[in-house]
């Protein structure tokens, strides 16, 4: 399963960016967003279960909006009131994870190549 996550860009802070991911077939019933910044570890956003269940981290929640066309095979994550520390290279994953992994990088198999968001102040 091939990921290609796409729509990240520059934008100024409380601006706004969707992110698409297009997955080449539909085998897995779960997708995530992670995120990593420069000299950090790769981070949990957001996730999309097979039976609609969303799950957000703290430092997005209200903020951000994760969602799934079925029928296009693509992920797609709304982010809204953009702040600085939104800053990183965005991933979308693809996999099947179980409740205690579905913000761990193990929860899923696969992943996209990432797509830079940079919100400036």
């Known amino acids: 399963v091939q990921l290609q996550a796409s729509g990240g860009g520059s934008v100024q802070a409380g601006g706004s960016l969707r992110l698409s991911c297009a997955a080449s077939?539909?085998?897995?019933?779960?997708y995530g967003w992670f995120r990593q910044a420069p000299g950090k570890e790769r981070e949990f956003v957001a996730a999309i279960l097979s039976d609609g269940r969303k799950y957000y981290s703290d430092s997005v929640k209200g903020r951000f909006t994760i969602s799934r066309d079925n029928a296009k095979n693509t992920l797609y994550l709304e982010m809204n009131s953009l702040k600085v520390e939104d800053t990183a290279v965005y991933y979308c994953?693809?996999?099947?994870?179980?409740?205690?992994?579905?913000?761990?990088?193990?929860?899923?198999?696969?992943w996209g190549q990432g797509t830079q968001v940079t919100v400036s102040s």
């Open positions: 077939i539909r085998t897995f019933r779960s």
């Open positions: 994953a693809a996999g099947n994870p179980i409740i205690s992994t579905v913000s761990r990088n193990e929860g899923y198999r696969n």
